[in-house]
């Protein structure tokens, strides 16, 4: 308890607040917390409401559950209505609407899809259903990928052959760069705790620099979060863009090695779709050839039609940071937590989620 105390003393709290007050001098600025984590902590533990009135938090492409287009899940969907197929899949993803349906749809349909804590939980079911083909789903950024791949490692030491990923795995640094390249006015970014730990601070710096813009890795309580504010509006305020590391209890310069060997070793980067950003280069991991007889999307070759969606949800606007959520149409109405009309209200790292939850302020 005295570590989470720590990060969640109200008195620091209020102190870093009056310190961001005196550094931003009433100027404007616009920063993104890029991690849906960053969200939810934001809108919970009302951190808006101790920053001064020229500080703007947008909300960023950082919930994987959320970037996951349409496309995927009716995919995910198509494959698991295949015969002696079991679909795994993390919970977050069960509700994520698809073009006729969702994950959980297809299960009340009478499709064997099992949610699972974990990528391991998927290869054991592997391992006690041998007659079956066990699908995985995989989704996530660079924190999951490396279990992901870990499995398929696991898999093929063993030489379990009734086991495949179906991989929607994204990398964040190349969603910054098309979000900087598209015009996006911001002064600084919240840069996420959990995907550093595993790619380490030097993977953004030379993003960072290109665009002159500075970035703070932050963790998840409050004080982390206001520390790396402080820390971005010193940055912008000098007009000096650079890197702080705020969260130097998790994260290191090169990161996780052993989870950065395994990913390099079983992914290669690919083009991906993004919910909201369209395709971006080389921002998503594709399986590698020598174990492509565990890539789901290559054992299953399943023609879909185009995907669609309901056009009055935003989501991709908010995911993009030109929205939020309170300004869609469907938003508390015909869409809601119990009844989600769009990926980002279901997802708990949602922005949709974090505002229906916590309020807008």
Known sequence: MRFITEYRSRAEAERLAREIEAACGGRRMAFMEVCGTHTMSIARFGLRRLLPQSIELISGPGCPVCVTPTSYIDRAARIAALPGVIACTFGDMMRVPGSDGSLESARAGGCDVRPVYSTMDALSAARSNPKRQVVFMGVGFETTAPTVAASILAASEEGIENYSVLS??????????????????????????????????????????????????????????????????????????????????????????????????????????????????????????????????????????????????????????????????????????????????????????????????
Not at 183 to 200: E, F, K, R, T, W
Not at 219 to 239: C, H, K, N, Y
Request: aromatic share 6%; net charge neutral; glycine share 10%.
């Open 168 to 361: 929607a795995h994204k990398l964040v640094p190349p969603a910054l760069g098309a979000l900087l390249e598209g015009g996006a006015a911001l002064d600084g970014l919240i840069l996420p705790g959990h995907v550093s730990a595993v790619i380490g601070a030097a993977a953004y710096r030379p993003l960072l620099a290109r665009h002159r813009i500075p970035g703070a890795i932050a963790g998840f309580e409050p004080t982390d979060i206001l520390s790396a504010i402080l820390a971005l509006v010193r940055m912008a305020s000098e007009q000096r863009p650079g890197l702080a590391i705020c969260y130097g209890r998790a994260v290191s310069e090169e990161g996780n090695r052993r989870a950065l060997a395994a990913m390099a070793r079983t992914f290669e980067p690919c083009a991906s779709e993004w919910r909201g950003l369209g395709e971006i280069p080389e921002s998503g991991l594709a399986i590698r050839e020598e174990f492509s007889a565990f890539d789901a999307a290559k054992r299953f070759p399943v023609e879909l039609p185009p995907a669609r969606e309901d056009p009055r949800c935003i989501c991709g606007k908010i995911l993009s940071g030109k929205a939020r959520p309170m300004s869609c149409p469907l938003f508390g109405n015909a869409c809601t937590p119990e009844r989600p009309a769009g990926a980002c209200m279901v997802s708990s790292e949602g922005s949709c989620a974090a505002e229906y939850r916590y309020g807008p302020a």
